[in-house]
């Protein structure tokens, strides 16, 4: 069974930084697309940012050049730095592991980036 743990969000100003760590239990994480999805409220959940097992790296229109998603194999973690964060980033960040049919998600965490 897989399990993620989110954290890093937590409240910033406009032009602020923060970077989320996703914490994977399980053999199969290297193996795994792994993805940063955001949901705000009364909106649905959309994805930000993804990283397959080869590296490739896949980024919302809205986050290039802001956001940069990073996997650590070694410690079962991807991270997503966000930098240059807007008012309109605030959301729940969710982290999701594909593994093979598989889909798992975290609990989330909340980002909150004041104007």
């Known amino acids: 069974q897989v399990q993620l743990v989110e954290s890093g969000g937590g409240l910033v100003q406009a032009g602020g930084s923060l970077r989320l760590s996703c914490a994977a239990s399980g053999s199969s994480f290297g193996a795994s697309l792994m993805g940063w999805y955001r949901q705000a409220p009364g909106q649905q959940r959309d994805l930000v940012a993804a990283?397959?097992?080869?590296?490739?790296?896949n980024y919302a229109d809205s986050v290039k050049g802001r956001f940069t998603i990073a996997r650590d194999n070694a410690k079962n973690t991807v991270y997503l730095q966000m930098n240059s964060l807007k008012p309109e980033d605030t959301a729940v960040y969710y982290c999701k592991q594909r593994a093979g049919l598989l889909n798992y998600w975290g609990q989330g965490t909340q980002v909150t980036v004041s104007s």
């Open positions: 990283v397959a097992s080869d590296g490739s790296t």
